[in-house]
């Protein structure tokens, strides 16, 4: 059914509850690979880049290592394995897009992020997921 799965996360608490979805899913269904997306919605300090000799991945991901170790964690401690991507710009954007140029079955997303005030703002990215993204969306409150 859905043999590959996005978890967009970001590493908080419901995108914690979006990778506990993921995880019980994966283990239900078999030949299933998840893809952990960590993006970055604005673009690393100056000082971050001198240091990584301006290599703007390896900047983003140790970000990502850093957002998502419980993520990580507890992947690991179930014995799934996953692959971890990174991006840089919107998270939406981004999200509807990877999911879209890698052809995923599924996105699960968490309701709500790290940053309220832009949720309100803007509106959610899971919102925003749901209805730009041309596969189906699982959103984890």
Do not use: W, Y
Not at 79 to 93: C, H, K, S, T, Y
Not at 128 to 136: I, L
């Amino acid at each position: 059914m859905f043999e590959k799965i996005l978890l967009a996360t970001d590493g908080s608490s419901h995108a914690n509850r979006a990778a506990e979805a993921a995880i019980r899913l994966s283990k239900e269904l078999n030949n299933t690979t998840v893809t952990i997306l960590h993006v970055s919605a604005s673009a690393p300090k100056r000082s971050e880049l001198l240091l990584a000799d301006f290599d703007v991945k390896a900047v983003l991901l140790e970000e990502a290592h850093r957002a998502i170790i419980k993520t990580k964690v507890r992947f690991r401690e179930e014995g799934i394995p996953f692959q971890l991507q990174v991006a840089l710009g919107d998270p939406a954007e981004e999200i509807v897009k990877t999911a879209a140029d890698r052809d995923f079955g599924l996105i699960i997303v968490g309701s709500r992020g790290l940053n309220r005030l832009n949720e309100v703002l803007l509106g959610s990215v899971s919102h925003k997921v749901a209805h730009e993204a041309r596969c189906p969306v699982m959103i984890v409150k």
